[in-house]
C-alpha cells in the first residue's frame, strides 16, 4: 500500500489564541491571589459580562461545561431534563443553581474554548491531555481561578487524600480539581472478547506490541476494516510509558520526555525506541492491519462501539469492566505497561474554576462539586441521568444504563468511591480504586511541571510539526521504505521551528528542579 505523509489542518492556533484573549482580559477576580506573573492578579467584580451567569436572591448560578464522550451528539433536551432534576435535588442542599452544557467530544474544545472567550463558562471539565484546553494551556493563559484558599477545611477538600490535591498543584497552588478516579497512568491492549473465543487467542502470550501479529492477520483475514484501531491517537506517548516520562502529557510533544533509566531529557524522535515502533506502525499498515481512517482522522470515539474493529488500546483502570458498558460489547484487557504516578497523573481528569468568575460564582462551585463529590444520590444522576429514563437500579443497588441521550462514566464526572457501580462492576469499587491508585511506580520526574513561557512561540510551531509528520508516522501514514527518510525530515522540520532552543530549556528546568529536591 502506497502512502504519503498526510498534513491535518487543525484550528489549534487560532483557539490558543482565543485561549490567551480569556486569560489576559478576564483576570481573576480572586481574594487569594497575588501579583506574581504566573497567576492570574487580583481584579475587582469581573460580573458584568453578559454571558457571565449572575448571582440570583441568596442563589448563585453556575455555568457547567462538560465534554460527553459516550455520545457522538448529546441530546439537549434529555440533558436540560437532567439539569433540572439536579437543580430541584440540591435546592435545599446548598444555595447554587446549575446551566449544564454537554458538547460532543468531537466538537468540546473549539465550542468549549469559544465559550471561555466569551465569559460563559464558570465550571469546566478539562483533563491534563486535552488539546487547547488542557491544564497545561489554561494555567499559562491565567484562565483558571486560584483555589488555594478556597478549598481547604471544604467537603471538597475533604472527598479525597491530601496527596491527590499535592499531585494536581501548578506552583504549589489549587487551580484545578481532580476528579478521583484511576489518578496513575497505564495502559492494556484491549480486545473483542468474541474474536477471542473465536480464534482461540491466546493472550498470555502477549507481552508487547509485536506479539499482535498473529491475531491481527486474523482480523484481516475475517475481512475486518479496523484488525487495529488507534482510536486517531499518536500511540508512542502511551506505549513506550514505561521507557520514558511524557511529562508534558500531550501527544503532540512526545520528542520530549525523561528517559526513567538515565533520569534526563531527552529527543525522543532520536531513539532507537521511536525508530522501532514507527516501522512496526507502518509496516501494520502496509499489511492492511491499520486502517487510513485513524490517521485521517475519520475514525471518531464511538467507532470502538461497532464491531469493525479487533484489537485497540485502552487506559489501564481498577475495574476494566467497565470497557463492556461503554462500548456495548465484551471486551477483555491485557497488561501492556506498568502502572507510573506523575506530575499529570492525577489530572487524567479534572475541574477548574474559570478566571473570570466572581468569588461568588468559584465558591458556588466548590460547593457544587463538594456535594457533586459526597452525594451518591447527585453523582449517579450527574453521571448517569434520570433514574427510569437513562438508568435503573438493580436488584443489588448497581447501574444499568439505559438511554442513548444522556449517557457519562464515572472517569470523567465524580468521586469514584462515590458514583454507585455499574451492574458489571464488583461492588467493592471504592476499594479496589485505592488499592489501584497506591499499588504505582513513581516516576522521577514526578513533581516537576515544564514552564514553556520563554520558548512558547517555538513550542507551539513544533507542536505543529508533529500535525505534518508525528502522528501520520505513529498512525500507519507512512510507507515503510519512507519511514527513516520522514525522522530525519521530521527532525530537520522541528529545528527548523525551534526544537533544540525548546530541548535545552526543557533540561535546564529539570536539571534546576533536581537541583532543588
Same mark, same amino acid.
Given at each position: 500500500?502506497?502512502?504519503?505523509?498526510?498534513?491535518?489542518?487543525?484550528?489549534?492556533?487560532?483557539?490558543?489564541?482565543?485561549?490567551?484573549?480569556?486569560?489576559?482580559?478576564?483576570?481573576?477576580?480572586?481574594?487569594?491571589?497575588?501579583?506574581?506573573?504566573?497567576?492570574?492578579?487580583?481584579?475587582?467584580?469581573?460580573?458584568?459580562?453578559?454571558?457571565?451567569?449572575?448571582?440570583?436572591?441568596?442563589?448563585?448560578?453556575?455555568?457547567?461545561?462538560?465534554?460527553?464522550?459516550?455520545?457522538?451528539?448529546?441530546?439537549?433536551?434529555?440533558?436540560?431534563?437532567?439539569?433540572?432534576?439536579?437543580?430541584?435535588?440540591?435546592?435545599?442542599?446548598?444555595?447554587?443553581?446549575?446551566?449544564?452544557?454537554?458538547?460532543?467530544?468531537?466538537?468540546?474544545?473549539?465550542?468549549?474554548?469559544?465559550?471561555?472567550?466569551?465569559?460563559?463558562?464558570?465550571?469546566?471539565?478539562?483533563?491534563?491531555?486535552?488539546?487547547?484546553?488542557?491544564?497545561?494551556?489554561?494555567?499559562?493563559?491565567?484562565?483558571?481561578?486560584?483555589?488555594?484558599?478556597?478549598?481547604?477545611?471544604?467537603?471538597?477538600?475533604?472527598?479525597?487524600?491530601?496527596?491527590?490535591?499535592?499531585?494536581?498543584?501548578?506552583?504549589?497552588?489549587?487551580?484545578?480539581?481532580?476528579?478521583?478516579?484511576?489518578?496513575?497512568?497505564?495502559?492494556?491492549?484491549?480486545?473483542?472478547?468474541?474474536?477471542?473465543?473465536?480464534?482461540?487467542?491466546?493472550?498470555?502470550?502477549?507481552?508487547?506490541?509485536?506479539?499482535?501479529? *498473529?491475531?491481527? %492477520?486474523? $482480523?484481516?483475514? #475475517?475481512? !475486518?476494516?479496523?484488525?487495529?484501531?488507534?482510536?486517531?491517537? /499518536?500511540?508512542? +506517548?502511551?506505549?513506550?510509558?514505561?521507557?520514558?516520562?511524557?511529562?508534558?502529557?500531550?501527544?503532540?510533544?512526545?520528542?520530549?520526555?525523561?528517559?526513567?533509566?538515565?533520569?534526563?531529557?531527552?529527543?525522543?524522535?532520536?531513539?532507537?525506541?521511536?525508530?522501532?515502533?514507527?516501522?512496526?506502525?507502518?509496516?501494520?499498515?502496509?499489511?492492511?492491519?491499520?486502517?487510513?481512517?485513524?490517521?485521517?482522522?475519520?475514525?471518531?470515539?464511538?467507532?470502538?462501539?461497532?464491531?469493525?474493529?479487533?484489537?485497540?488500546?485502552?487506559?489501564?483502570?481498577?475495574?476494566?469492566?467497565?470497557?463492556?458498558?461503554?462500548?456495548?460489547?465484551?471486551?477483555?484487557?491485557?497488561?501492556?505497561?506498568?502502572?507510573?504516578?506523575?506530575?499529570?497523573?492525577?489530572?487524567?481528569?479534572?475541574?477548574?474554576?474559570?478566571?473570570?468568575?466572581? *468569588?461568588?460564582? %468559584?465558591? $458556588?462551585?466548590? #460547593?457544587? !462539586?463538594?456535594?457533586?463529590?459526597?452525594?451518591?444520590?447527585? /453523582?449517579?444522576? +450527574?453521571?448517569?441521568?434520570?433514574?427510569?429514563?437513562?438508568?435503573?437500579?438493580?436488584?443489588?443497588?448497581?447501574?444499568?444504563?439505559?438511554?442513548?441521550?444522556?449517557?457519562?462514566?464515572?472517569?470523567?464526572?465524580?468521586?469514584?468511591?462515590?458514583?454507585?457501580?455499574?451492574?458489571?462492576?464488583?461492588?467493592?469499587?471504592?476499594?479496589?480504586?485505592?488499592?489501584?491508585?497506591?499499588?504505582?511506580?513513581?516516576?522521577?520526574?514526578?513533581?516537576?511541571?515544564?514552564?514553556?513561557?520563554?520558548?512558547?512561540?517555538?513550542?507551539?510551531?513544533?507542536?505543529?510539526?508533529?500535525?505534518?509528520?508525528?502522528?501520520?508516522?505513529?498512525?500507519?501514514?507512512?510507507?515503510?521504505?519512507?519511514?527513516?527518510?520522514?525522522?530525519?525530515?521530521?527532525?530537520?522540520?522541528?529545528?527548523?521551528?525551534?526544537?533544540?532552543?525548546?530541548?535545552?530549556?526543557?533540561?535546564?528546568?529539570?536539571? #534546576?528542579?533536581?537541583?532543588?529536591?
Amino acid at each position: 500500500m502506497k502512502k504519503k505523509v498526510i498534513s491535518v489542518l487543525m484550528a489549534s492556533a487560532m483557539s490558543l489564541s482565543l485561549l490567551a484573549g480569556c486569560g489576559s482580559t478576564t483576570p481573576a477576580a480572586t481574594e487569594s491571589n497575588d501579583s506574581t506573573a504566573t497567576e492570574t492578579p487580583a481584579a475587582d467584580s469581573n460580573s458584568d459580562s453578559a454571558a457571565a451567569p449572575a448571582a440570583s436572591g441568596d442563589v448563585t448560578e453556575i455555568s457547567v461545561y462538560r465534554c460527553t464522550f459516550n455520545l457522538a451528539n448529546p441530546d439537549s433536551a434529555q440533558v436540560q431534563k437532567v439539569q433540572d432534576a439536579i437543580n430541584a435535588y440540591i435546592a435545599d442542599k446548598i444555595p447554587v443553581q446549575i446551566k449544564l452544557t454537554d458538547i460532543g467530544s468531537g466538537e468540546y474544545t473549539d465550542k468549549a474554548n469559544l465559550a471561555l472567550a466569551n465569559n460563559e463558562i464558570n465550571l469546566l471539565w478539562t483533563a491534563s491531555w486535552e488539546g487547547t484546553i488542557g491544564t497545561n494551556d489554561l494555567y499559562p493563559a491565567n484562565a483558571v481561578y486560584d483555589l488555594t484558599d478556597l478549598v481547604p477545611g471544604t467537603p471538597l477538600y475533604s472527598s479525597m487524600a491530601e496527596g491527590q490535591w499535592e499531585a494536581a498543584k501548578y506552583d504549589g497552588k489549587i487551580y484545578f480539581v481532580p476528579v478521583y478516579k484511576d489518578n496513575v497512568e497505564g495502559y492494556d491492549f484491549m480486545f473483542r472478547q468474541d474474536l477471542v473465543d473465536q480464534h482461540n487467542w491466546d493472550l498470555n502470550s502477549v507481552k508487547e506490541l509485536k506479539d499482535l501479529e *498473529p491475531m491481527l %492477520a486474523d $482480523a484481516k483475514a #475475517d475481512g !475486518l476494516k479496523y484488525p487495529f484501531l488507534t482510536q486517531k491517537t /499518536a500511540m508512542f +506517548y502511551r506505549w513506550y510509558i514505561d521507557k520514558f516520562d511524557f511529562f508534558t502529557a500531550d501527544s503532540a510533544t512526545n520528542f520530549f520526555a525523561v528517559d526513567r533509566a538515565k533520569d534526563e531529557v531527552v529527543d525522543t524522535i532520536q531513539t532507537p525506541e521511536y525508530l522501532e515502533f514507527c516501522k512496526l506502525i507502518a509496516d501494520w499498515a502496509d499489511k492492511g492491519y491499520i486502517s487510513e481512517d485513524d490517521f485521517t482522522k475519520v475514525t471518531t470515539d464511538t467507532t470502538t462501539q461497532t464491531q469493525d474493529w479487533a484489537i485497540s488500546w485502552w487506559t489501564d483502570i481498577p475495574v476494566n469492566d467497565e470497557a463492556d458498558a461503554r462500548y456495548g460489547q465484551d471486551v477483555t484487557m491485557v497488561p501492556a505497561t506498568q502502572r507510573w504516578a506523575h506530575s499529570t497523573s492525577a489530572l487524567g481528569s479534572c475541574y477548574c474554576v474559570t478566571a473570570n468568575s466572581t *468569588p461568588e460564582q %468559584a465558591k $458556588a462551585c466548590v #460547593d457544587f !462539586l463538594g456535594l457533586l463529590y459526597t452525594d451518591s444520590t447527585l /453523582a449517579d444522576m +450527574y453521571t448517569f441521568g434520570i433514574e427510569g429514563e437513562d438508568f435503573t437500579y438493580d436488584a443489588n443497588h448497581q447501574v444499568t444504563q439505559t438511554s442513548d441521550k444522556y449517557n457519562h462514566s464515572m472517569w470523567e464526572s465524580a468521586n469514584a468511591t462515590i458514583v454507585t457501580p455499574l451492574d458489571n462492576e464488583p461492588a467493592n469499587k471504592a476499594e479496589l480504586y485505592n488499592d489501584f491508585n497506591g499499588g504505582a511506580n513513581t516516576s522521577s520526574a514526578a513533581g516537576f511541571r515544564f514552564d514553556k513561557s520563554s520558548v512558547e512561540a517555538q513550542y507551539t510551531a513544533c507542536a505543529g510539526v508533529f500535525d505534518t509528520y508525528g502522528f501520520a508516522l505513529e498512525n500507519g501514514g507512512v510507507a515503510p521504505a519512507d519511514v527513516e527518510s520522514t525522522l530525519e525530515k521530521y527532525q530537520a522540520a522541528l529545528d527548523e521551528a525551534g526544537y533544540q532552543d525548546v530541548l535545552a530549556e526543557f533540561q535546564k528546568q529539570y536539571d #534546576d528542579w533536581k537541583a532543588s529536591k
